[in-house]
């Protein structure tokens, strides 16, 4: 009995996914956006597919208390 498709599985580069929107006014957002920018530059010194991945996460997980009422 077989149960594995024949069909291939196709995934997203990581490198070529949406590039990850940054908090407006955050520095550190800003910042890391821009070492996102070189991570996934084909040819770039920092070009690292898997580092891209971990700053887009970093992006989206990057705290703004500001943005639910707690600052200013």
Same mark, same amino acid.
């Given at each position: ?25 955050? =520095?550190?957002?800003?910042?890391? /956006?821009?070492? *996102? ?16 991945? =971990? ?10 208390? *500001? /943005? /639910?009422?707690?600052?200013?």
């Amino acid at each position: 009995m077989e149960r594995a498709s024949r069909d291939p599985v196709l995934l997203a580069e990581p490198a070529t996914s949406a590039p990850p929107a940054p908090a407006p006014g955050c =520095d550190v957002c800003e910042a890391l /956006k821009r070492q *996102w920018g070189q991570a996934t530059e084909i040819g770039s010194p920092a070009h690292d597919p898997s580092h891209a991945t =971990d700053l887009a996460v970093e992006i989206g997980r990057h705290p703004h208390d *500001w /943005k /639910k009422g707690g600052r200013a």
